[in-house]
T-cell receptor
Framework: SAVISQKPSRDICQRGTSLTIQCQVD?????MFWYRQQPGQSLTLIAT?????????ESGFVIDKFPISRPNLTFSTLTVSNMSPEDSSIYLC????????????FGPGTRLTVL | QKEVEQNSGPLSVPEGAIASLNCTYS??????FFWYRQYSGKSPELIMS????GDKEDGRFTAQLNKASQYVSLLIRDSQPSDSATYLC????????????FGTGTRLLVSP
């Protein structure tokens, strides 16, 4: 499976600021996704990061709040904008390498705390 | 009805026993099914995938799929304390980018 890294691994931020999370994969992958996992909850898909075009957002998530870039097949960023304490969560990058079986793998995650 | 449902647990089993984790899903045309293991403070790790009806075995893990009943399960034989984790069932929805939808997870506790 692909090796996925995320930066930062954790951060503590002030209300109203923004944080950009980076996701790097060691090989080209077909699809990249961003998830959120709130404390004690399961995973919720934020958006699918599309290479060279705008991300596809799930219901309840908007580009102004969670802008996403994917300039190539190995890298993506997620920005959490104008943060509030409700944004405190673990943010996970996930990739689908492109095999025919749709297996999906997760990065180590970014633990965000907003004060 | 939730798209993917799991009993949140905790499911407690003694060491050496078989742990049985269950999951039901709502989308009849789903084709791909996955089990992830998530240790506390860690990200989900893919441990099993299954695509056709029946059983699929990998070491101590067996995934079972019954598409007619929209049911998928994970059996862990000879459970070890190191198996204590939350197990997430995920189903590939047959829409758009075929996104994965996750259940809420079942917490498994294996006691020595």
């Amino acid at each position: 499976s692909a090796v996925i890294s995320q930066k930062p691994s954790r951060d503590i931020c002030q209300r109203g600021t923004s944080l950009t999370i980076q996701c790097q994969v060691d090989s080209q992958v077909t699809m990249m996704f961003w998830y959120r996992q709130q404390p004690g909850q399961s995973l919720t898909l934020i958006a699918t990061a599309n290479q060279g075009s705008e991300a596809t957002y799930e219901s309840g998530f908007v580009i102004d709040k969670f802008p996403i870039s994917r300039p190539n097949l190995t890298f993506s960023t997620l920005t959490v904008s104008n943060m509030s304490p409700e944004d405190s969560s673990i943010y996970l990058c996930s990739v689908r390498p492109g095999s025919s079986y749709n297996e999906q793998f997760f990065g180590p995650g970014t633990r965000l705390t907003v004060l | 009805q939730k798209e993917v449902e799991q009993n949140s647990g905790p499911l407690s089993v003694p060491e050496g026993a078989i742990a049985s984790l269950n999951c039901t899903y709502s989308d009849r045309v789903s084709q791909s099914f996955f089990w992830y293991r998530q240790y506390s403070g860690k990200s989900p790790e893919l441990i099993m995938s299954i695509y056709s009806n029946g059983d699929k075995e990998d070491g101590r893990f067996t995934a079972q799929l019954n598409k007619a009943s929209q049911y998928v399960s994970l059996l862990i034989r000879d459970s070890q304390p190191s198996d204590s984790a939350t197990y997430l069932c995920a189903v590939n929805m047959n829409t758009g980018f075929q996104k994965l939808v996750f259940g809420t997870g079942t917490r498994l506790l294996v006691s020595p």
